[in-house]
C-alpha cells in the first residue's frame, strides 16, 4: 500500500502536492528521529515543527541560490560520519549532535526530492529512478545476503547484515540504473555510477538508523506500519541515498 502512495504521488502529482506528500512522510520520520534521540512529549512536537517550518519555508519562498548544495555536501559529510560512528559503536553519541543531524539528513532528503521532481518534464521519472534504485538495492542486499552471506558487515549493529549483501545490493542497484538509463534515454555513464554509490549510501542510510535504534533500545523506529516499524524503518535508505542522487545527477549532467 505504501508503495502505490509513493509511486501514484511521484508520478500523478505535480510537484508542490507531491512534495507535501513526502513532507508528510519525513515530518514523521522527524517524530521518530525525536524519538530515537531521547525527545519526549513537546520536545518531540518541537522539532517536528522545525522540519515543517523547512518544508513549509521552501514551498513558499524557496532557497537562494547555492543554499540547495550546501545543504545536501553537509548531510553527505554527515552520513559518512555515521558511517564512522557505526564502525565504533558502541560507543556512544550525544542526543544534541543526533538530532542536530536528523534535521539536516531529513530537510536534505525532501529538498532532493522537491528539487528533482521539480526538475522539467522528466522530474517525476528521475526521482522514481532514484526510488526505485535504493528499492533495488534493498532487494538484492536482502536475498543475496540471506542465501550467500556469511561475512558480518557490522555486526554489533545489524548483525544480519553481511558483505556479501552489499555486493548483492550494489549489483541490482547498478542494472537498475542501467535499465532506467535505456528507458529515459540516458547513457549508461550517466546512471550506473551514480547507482551504485546510491546503494552504497542507502546501506549507510539504514545502518545509522540501526544504530539509533540500539542506542535508544528499540526494534523499530516507530509504529505507524504494523510489521513493519515506523517511516524510517522504510525510508532510512532513501533519506541516506537522495541527496547523493541529486549531487550525482549533477556531476553527470543529468541534472543541470
Known sequence: MLAVIVAGSVLLLETRYASLVFG??????????????????????????V???????V??????????????LIAAAGWFCAFVYVLRYPRQLARLPIAAFGLVALAAAWLAFHNVHGAGAEGPALILTGLVIVWSADIGAFFVGRTLGHRPLAPRVSPKKTWEGVGGGVALAAAAGAISAWLLGRPLAALVPVAAAMAL?????????????????LK??????????????????????????????????VLD
Not at 61 to 71: H, K, M, R, T
Not at 203 to 210: A, C, M, N, P, R
Request: hydrophobic fraction near 55%; aromatic fraction near 12%; charged fraction near 10%.
Open 24 to 49: 508528510a512522510f519525513w515530518l514523521i520520520g522527524a517524530t521518530e528521529w525525536a524519538r530515537l534521540a531521547g525527545f519526549t512529549g513537546i520536545g518531540r512536537a518541537a522539532y517536528a515543527a
Open 51 to 57: 522540519f515543517a517550518a523547512f518544508v513549509i519555508g
Open 59 to 72: 514551498l513558499g519562498l524557496g532557497l537562494p541560490g547555492g543554499v540547495a548544495e550546501a545543504v545536501f
Open 201 to 217: 549510501i542507502s546501506i549507510v542510510g539504514d545502518l545509522g538508523v540501526s544504530l539509533l535504534k540500539r542506542r535508544a533500545g
Open 220 to 253: 523499530d523506529s516507530g509504529m505507524l506500519l504494523p510489521g513493519h516499524g515506523g517511516i524510517l524503518d522504510r525510508f532510512d535508505g532513501v533519506t541516506a541515498a537522495l541527496p547523493f542522487f541529486v549531487l550525482g545527477l549533477q556531476f553527470a549532467h
